[in-house]
């Protein structure tokens, strides 16, 4: 399915719904990136282009000026509150630019058929006033309204403000965009950490995040990269951002990357130093569509999309931002892995779960549902936690029984899982715990070239994890 923005309104609304239909045909369902924060028409001095023209000083946010204390006497400020960094913020409370929003919302469900929305810079829309408010006039309308409360609500849960980073803070039944675990997984895997204790939180669905209300691992949406930043290729390839051809002399787009050149900046034809960004590109992505939680992968990133370096593409309609899905220098390599990875998490619902991981078996006699395991073959001690220099970090997922029941509530039993994640710059000898539950795995993903997919395993074994490198083993049950 292709949608095009030639011709009239008829035929473009027309192919959007054709592109829809084609996509629920094939199982897929359309979230639609929504910007209801700001306009294009910046601050009071930018372009008169829609909402300047209709209501200046209802659809935008203005600044509350002080009262003189001496008089009382308030001089009028026309500045507009900016908390979008784009020159305005929209005043989702003022009655006709609420309107515009749900009437826009609920025309893309019941004429477009879509199945939900991503908004962007949610916290911008969530304020009375100044401040942050999660019983706001949008919210709520949202939460009673008969159609939209049934469509996936999924809140990029920040601002351009200090107040306003809200991860963990959404109300039920709002899902988010989870910075802190892209943050933690790419300070994993380039070295940047202070022990094992946040990737382990991070891989396990964020429970310090969304536990305590009643919310599950799925409202974490994880993710590495987005459509702002580095690609993945770009996340392994630059240590800087290089935007010089935005025009605005390379100060758009972030300085906190927390990428890894991994020893020279930019494209390269030495074949060693390409094979460990592949590598390590591999290791992100299959830690992402492995970790509890629901993955969300950048178009391109599972082929090795480029973009020079660029990390805010947003003016540049050309080769920088496009997706060439034949390009030559493709990284097949990860798109195999990225493949694996989420044909695992299909099909095995231990690699899926919606119920919290609690560190106790689930029946008498069982083993733990979640068991992190030194390479020493042990558990986890309160000490290692706070090693500096662990690298490697076991995951053992129990599939027998699983806590969540399935859809007609019904006990799901599945194979178990032990996962391996080595990002240390040396390999990594592992022992494989001698146990009363699982006796035999097999390697079902691995991004170690020494260790092949296939290769079988016995409790008691010890292994070698390759330097940098993601080993996935599932039992055996013959």
Same mark, same amino acid.
């Given at each position: 399915?292709?949608? $095009? ?7 473009q609304v027309r192919e959007f719904k054709e592109m829809v ?26 372009? /008169? ?8 000083r209802g659809f935008y946010k203005r600044v509350v000026p ?8 308030? @001089? ?48 911008? #829309? ?12 949008? #919210? ?11 469509? !996936? ?36 895997? +380039? ?27 799925? %409202?974490?949406?994880?993710?590495? /990269? ?12 630059? =240590? ?6 935005? &025009? ?16 020279? @900046? ?35 990133? =599972?082929?090795?999309? /480029?973009?020079?370096? %660029? %990390? ?8 920088? $931002? ?41 029946? !008498?006699?069982?083993? !733990? ?7 020493? &073959? ?30 007609? &509530? ?34 079902? #993903?691995?991004?170690?070239? !020494? ?10 074994? +010890? ?16």
């Amino acid at each position: 399915a292709a949608y $095009s923005s030639s011709g009239d309104r008829g035929e473009q609304v027309r192919e959007f719904k054709e592109m829809v239909k084609a996509l629920h045909r094939a199982g897929l369902e359309v979230i639609l990136d929504v910007v209801y924060n700001h306009t294009a028409e910046a601050g009071p001095l930018g372009p /008169t282009l829609s909402f300047r023209g209709l209501d200046d000083r209802g659809f935008y946010k203005r600044v509350v000026p002080e009262p003189d204390p001496k008089t009382g006497a308030v @001089e009028f400020d026309d500045t507009y509150w900016d908390v979008t960094g784009c020159g305005n913020t929209v005043d989702s409370n003022h009655p006709l630019a609420l309107r515009l929003i749900l009437d826009s919302l609920r025309y893309w469900v019941t004429e477009m058929h879509v199945d939900g929305f991503r908004f962007d810079l949610m916290s911008a #829309l969530t304020r009375t006033g100044y401040d942050i408010d999660m019983s706001s006039d949008l #919210l709520v309308a949202i939460g009673q309204d008969p159609i939209l409360r049934h469509v !996936k609500l999924i809140a990029e849960p920040w601002d351009a403000s200090m107040d306003g980073y809200l991860v963990g803070g959404m109300p039920p039944p709002w899902v988010e965009w989870n910075d802190q675990y892209r943050d933690e997984i790419r300070d994993f895997w +380039r070295n940047h950490t202070s022990g094992p204790r946040t990737v382990a939180t991070r891989l396990a669905g964020s429970s310090d995040l969304y536990a305590d209300d009643g919310r599950s691992a799925y %409202n974490s949406i994880n993710f590495v /990269t987005a459509h702002d930043g580095f690609t993945l290729r770009d996340l392994v390839t630059y =240590e800087h951002k290089h935007n010089e051809a935005n &025009g605005e002399d390379n100060r758009d787009g972030t300085d906190n990357n927390r990428s890894w050149n991994h020893g020279v @900046e930019g494209e390269t034809d030495d074949p060693a130093l390409v094979a460990v960004r592949r590598r390590q590109a591999a290791n992100m992505m299959a830690t992402l569509c492995l970790s509890n939680g629901v993955p969300m992968i950048t178009a391109g990133d =599972e082929r090795g999309r /480029t973009q020079r370096g %660029n %990390n805010n593409a947003y003016c540049q309609d050309n080769e920088t $931002s496009w997706v060439d899905w034949s390009a030559e220098d493709a990284w097949l390599d990860v798109y195999e892995v990225t493949k694996t990875a989420l044909r695992l998490r299909r099909d095995h619902p231990a690699l899926r779960q919606r119920h919290w991981f609690e560190g106790r078996p689930t029946i !008498k006699g069982g083993p !733990k549902d979640l068991a992190w395991l030194h390479p020493s &073959g042990r558990e986890m001690r309160e000490e290692d936690w706070y090693d500096h220099d662990l690298r490697t970090i076991g995951m053992f997922v129990s599939g027998a029984p699983l806590r969540a029941p399935g859809p007609k &509530g019904e006990q799901q039993v599945d194979r178990s899982f032990m996962l391996w994640f080595n990002s240390g710059w040396l390999p990594q000898a592992v022992h494989l715990p001698e146990n009363d539950w699982v006796q035999r795995g097999e390697v079902v #993903l691995s991004t170690d070239v !020494k260790l092949d997919e296939g290769a079988r395993v016995e409790a008691g074994d +010890r292994i070698s994890i390759g330097r940098r490198s993601v080993v996935v083993l599932r039992e055996l049950l013959d």
